[in-house]
């Protein structure tokens, strides 16, 4: 029986979570969307993912303030995780993903074949 990977989508804009879920749409891969923080908090308490594509701009609650909850988490901390944000983000953003540790970084629009290809390599890393 081969293990379905659970990929959990947090973004303010339901379109994204369509979108990902339409360039991951395969038998063994499952895309969950949640649009706010706290509720995507939630999801992954009850039900950890295999991964989480994580927006930062998102009102109530923002990316790194999901990250950083996760991190304080023991039961989340393990999760990889793969920022995705608006293409002018800044230096100093990029900078602090550095030091954050994230698994990876999208910035959209992005290409189908990108998600894809970071999806492999933080999934490969995560199994080794």
């Not at 659970?6 to 038998?27: H, M, N, Q, T, Y």
């Amino acid at each position: 029986m081969s293990h379905t990977t659970r990929i959990l989508c947090i973004d303010d804009e339901p379109g994204v979570v369509e979108l990902v879920s339409l360039i991951l749409k395969a038998p063994d891969v499952e895309v969950e969307g949640s649009n706010s923080g706290s509720a995507a908090l939630e999801i992954m308490r009850q039900s950890p993912p295999d991964v989480v594509l994580l927006d930062i701009m998102m009102p109530e609650m923002d990316g790194w303030e999901v990250y950083k909850e996760m991190q304080a988490d023991d039961s989340l901390r393990h999760i990889p995780v793969i920022i995705v944000t608006a293409r002018n983000s800044s230096f100093e953003e990029i900078i602090a993903r550095e030091r954050a540790g994230v698994s990876d970084y999208l910035t959209k629009p992005f290409l189908p074949n990108d998600l894809r290809k970071s999806l492999a390599q933080v999934l490969n890393a995560a199994k080794s």
